[in-house]
């Protein structure tokens, strides 16, 4: 189906901006150029508590901000990395978001501000996501939260960082995850899906694009086959842990994370794929524009209450 009215009006309004297709700047720009999409998030919804600490990395330290819900603690955790292909995003990116999350699955939200690309390459961002969500479990206390309802999540690239932190958790054995919430990820280092074929000149996110997102991230092509760059590419999925993965019909990750989910059910992990038909990629971080980003994170939030009682 074509895209829906609120997702011409809003690819209308961005094709007014005067500036160079984003895989033609350098990443300096790039994240100049991101700071405008800002102005799209959804209103920030008050919140009882944000904090903000660094915690210790792999290479320094790890900045970190933490969203507590009011009410009864302890509460369930989410462990949250923004997108950005790894190159751009921050805190603020996801600030919308997190509120949400945190106020209507009534959890603990910590939101990862991991390392970037092209200045640190594959596996830094990676080792970040692991090592802050290993963090999380082992302060769990101190954050009014409970070690024993821990999930990940996180959309495009963070949705990917998600994805792999799962998979690492369960190859080092050293935590437990009880879900995995992944907007519209980065599955695998590949091109062609019909996706590809049928959204990449169009809706925002192009191949061209995710190319240079991956040029960035990777020190070489080889790397792109790592299942911790490309979870897809892992040996097995058995024992992740259960997953709600949303894409967006206009996505040219539509099908790479579909596959995943197909895959994840295949080995028995319980999985929900919810498409939301006539909208692009991004459209959860757009949802000032695109209420469906609204919905999905109403999605999202009851999915995470169900996984955190279960």
Same mark, same amino acid.
């Given at each position: 189906?074509?895209? =829906?009215?609120?997702?011409?009006?809003?690819?209308?309004?961005?094709?007014?901006?005067?500036?160079?297709?984003?895989?033609? $700047?350098? /990443?300096?720009?790039?994240? #100049?150029?991101?700071?405008?999409? $800002?102005?799209?998030?959804?209103?920030? #919804?008050?919140?009882?508590?944000?904090? =903000?600490? !660094?915690?210790?990395?792999?290479?320094?330290?790890?900045?970190?901000?933490?969203?507590?819900?009011?009410?009864?603690?302890?509460? /369930?955790?989410?462990?949250?990395?923004?997108?950005?292909?790894?190159?751009?995003?921050?805190?603020? +990116?996801?600030?919308?978001?997190?509120?949400?999350?945190? =106020?209507?699955?009534?959890?603990?939200?910590?939101?990862?501000?991991?390392?970037?690309?092209? #200045?640190?390459?594959?596996?830094?961002?990676?080792?970040?996501?692991?090592?802050?969500?290993?963090?999380?479990?082992?302060?769990? &206390?101190?954050?009014?939260?409970?070690?024993?309802?821990?999930?990940?999540?996180?959309?495009?690239?963070?949705?990917?960082?998600?994805?792999?932190?799962?998979? +690492?958790?369960?190859?080092?054995?050293?935590?437990?995850?009880?879900?995995?919430?992944?907007?519209?990820?980065?599955?695998?280092?590949?091109?062609?899906?019909?996706?590809?074929?049928?959204? !990449?000149?169009?809706? $925002?996110? *192009? %191949?061209?694009?995710? %190319?240079?997102?991956?040029?960035?991230?990777? *020190?070489?092509?080889?790397?792109?086959?790592?299942?911790?760059?490309?979870? +897809?590419?892992?040996?097995?999925?058995?024992?992740?842990? /259960?997953?709600? @993965? @949303?894409?967006?019909?206009?996505?040219?990750?539509?099908?790479?994370? #579909?596959?995943?989910?197909?895959? $994840?059910?295949?080995?028995?992990?319980?999985?929900?794929?919810?498409?939301?038909?006539?909208?692009?990629?991004?459209?959860? =971080?757009?949802? %000032? %524009?695109?209420?469906?980003?609204?919905?999905?994170?109403?999605?999202?939030? *009851?999915?995470?209450? &169900?996984?955190?009682?279960?």
């Amino acid at each position: 189906m074509p895209a =829906n009215s609120e997702t011409q009006a809003l690819l209308a309004e961005i094709a007014q901006w005067e500036f160079p297709p984003i895989s033609k $700047l350098n /990443p300096t720009k790039v994240r #100049e150029v991101n700071e405008i999409f $800002l102005r799209f998030s959804h209103a920030r #919804e008050a919140i009882a508590q944000v904090e =903000n600490r !660094s915690i210790p990395g792999p290479a320094g330290e790890i900045p970190l901000r933490i969203y507590t819900p009011a009410g009864q603690a302890p509460f /369930p955790v989410l462990v949250y990395f923004h997108g950005g292909g790894w190159v751009i995003g921050n805190l603020e +990116m996801e600030e919308s978001i997190c509120r949400t999350l945190a =106020n209507r699955a009534d959890c603990v939200v910590v939101s990862v501000d991991y390392r970037l690309a092209p #200045e640190h390459l594959f596996p830094a961002a990676a080792e970040d996501a692991y090592a802050a969500t290993l963090w999380v479990a082992n302060h769990a &206390a101190e954050l009014n939260a409970d070690r024993d309802r821990l999930a990940v999540g996180g959309e495009s690239a963070g949705g990917n960082l998600a994805a792999v932190v799962a998979q +690492m958790a369960r190859d080092r054995q050293s935590l437990s995850l009880v879900y995995q919430l992944l907007f519209y990820p980065v599955i695998q280092y590949r091109f062609d899906t019909p996706s590809y074929r049928q959204n !990449s000149k169009y809706y $925002l996110l *192009t %191949k061209p694009l995710m %190319k240079w997102f991956w040029d960035c991230y990777l *020190t070489s092509a080889a790397d792109g086959k790592n299942p911790y760059a490309s979870p +897809m590419f892992a040996k097995t999925l058995h024992n992740l842990p /259960p997953a709600l @993965i @949303i894409t967006a019909e206009l996505d040219i990750l539509r099908d790479e994370a #579909e596959l995943y989910g197909d895959r $994840l059910q295949a080995a028995g992990v319980p999985v929900k794929i919810s498409r939301y038909n006539g909208t692009i990629h991004g459209f959860v =971080n757009l949802a %000032k %524009k695109l209420p469906q980003g609204l919905s999905a994170l109403e999605e999202a939030s *009851t999915a995470l209450s &169900a996984a955190f009682k279960a």
